[in-house]
């Protein structure tokens, strides 16, 4: 049973445009969500997170949404640019409870044409 | 500030053979997780470890996977014997404290093909 969920294996977005990743997610005692991005042939690295008792966090480019009622979040990333082009990965977490474990998606295939 | 370092890079073995990846992370973190990930898969945590304590382990196959963290710093994953669906990347991440909000820096992993 998967408790995070990327629908979208991929998406192809011109540069210069808004890409928008989504995430949702079932276990309502997630109360941290993360989104990491991941190149070939490395390891995930840290994008943005957010808390469950916000619904927007912003960093430059990237803004990260969060709507608890509807177990959603979704990552935008403007204006979209050529080395964006990775995996995206929404992981979710129960900070609030024992271990802080980090529980991934799917993750999305990002593809930022020129 | 260094990263997390792992090796081997690579791994090709054959079915019941046995193999350890090593992991060595960011200074200063306490906690160090291992994760496998299955292609198209996103990882999924085997073990979680607080200096030289396990936390979580409950997701490790534990009739043939087993990790140690001696001394609180390094890591070693163990295989023995391997099953062709072991054929993952085997990633592992540090952070500063368990629950804090600090994010999981995690390193390039390890690419194990079993045939």
């Known amino acids: 049973d998967q408790q995070v969920k990327q629908n979208s294996p991929s998406l192809s977005v011109q540069e210069g445009r808004i890409s928008i990743l989504n995430c949702d997610y079932t276990?309502?005692?997630?109360?941290?969500f993360l989104w990491y991005k991941k190149y070939p042939a490395e390891g995930p690295t840290f994008l943005i997170s957010?808390?469950?008792?916000?619904d927007k966090n912003e960093d430059g480019r990237f803004t990260v949404f969060l709507n608890k009622s509807a177990k959603h979040l979704s990552l935008h990333i403007v204006p979209s640019q050529p080395g964006d082009s990775a995996v995206y990965f929404c992981?979710?977490?129960?900070?609030?409870?024992?271990?802080?474990?980090?529980?991934f998606g799917k993750g999305t295939k990002l593809s930022v044409k020129p | 500030e260094a990263g997390v370092a792992q090796s081997p890079r690579y791994k090709i073995i054959e079915k019941r053979q046995s193999v350890a990846f090593w992991c060595n992370p960011i200074?200063?973190?306490?906690?160090l997780y291992w994760y496998q990930q299955i292609l198209g898969q996103g990882p999924k945590l085997l073990i979680q470890?607080?200096?030289?304590?396990?936390?979580?382990d409950s997701q490790l196959p534990k009739d043939r996977f087993s990790a140690e963290r001696l001394k609180g710093v390094d890591s070693t994953l163990k295989i023995q014997p391997a099953k062709l669906e072991d054929s993952a990347v085997y990633l592992c991440?540090?952070?500063?404290?368990?629950?804090?909000?600090?994010?999981?820096?995690f390193g390039p992993g390890t690419r194990l093909t079993v045939l």
């Open positions: 957010i808390s469950s008792i916000k």
């Open positions: 276990n309502s005692m997630f109360d941290y």
């Open positions: 470890f607080q200096n030289n304590g396990v936390v979580d």
């Open positions: 200074s200063g973190h306490a906690t």
């Open positions: 991440a540090s952070s500063l404290t368990i629950r804090s909000y600090n994010e999981q820096f």
């Open positions: 992981a979710a977490s129960n900070y609030g409870g024992s271990q802080g474990n980090l529980i």
